[in-house]
């Protein structure tokens, strides 16, 4: 016997005697002396659908980049005088020149996020092609 198959008839004979002893002992004596959580069995048994649970919304963290923040440091991580740089060379670049945007783990997280976004645009395009000569 498989112990997917075992574990399928203990949970119906724990259930058998789980009815049975709640006729005589009452429920919550019977879940006690089988050792069943009584939130188990009533999520078990449960006559209607699940409740609905409400979507929270993420909230935005409050020393974010504001949207226009991060535009701009796009933009600057993007232009091509930084083309061929880090963006750890970018920051020391900046900074040499008197220019805080972010920190630096702020446009390398911007940088790979980008990179991300790109790629799963790219790979969310390309269509498979179905070779109906073989």
Do not use: W
């Amino acid at each position: 016997m498989t112990e997917a198959r075992f574990a399928a008839v203990f949970d119906a004979a724990r259930d058998q005697a789980l009815e049975e002893l709640t006729g005589l002992a009452g429920r919550v004596r019977a879940c006690t002396a089988l050792g069943v959580s009584r939130a188990t069995y009533y999520r078990h048994h449960r006559q209607s659908p699940a409740p609905a649970r409400p979507r929270r919304e993420r909230r935005r963290h409050p020393r974010a980049l504001a949207p226009e923040e991060e535009i701009r440091v796009l933009d600057v991580l993007h232009s091509p005088e930084f083309a061929d740089m880090a963006p750890t060379e970018i920051y020391a670049v900046l900074l040499d020149r008197g220019v805080y945007l972010c920190s630096e783990s702020t446009s390398e997280e911007r940088t790979r996020a980008a990179v991300d976004k790109a790629y799963a645009d790219q790979s969310a395009d390309a269509q498979p092609q179905i070779d109906e000569a073989a």
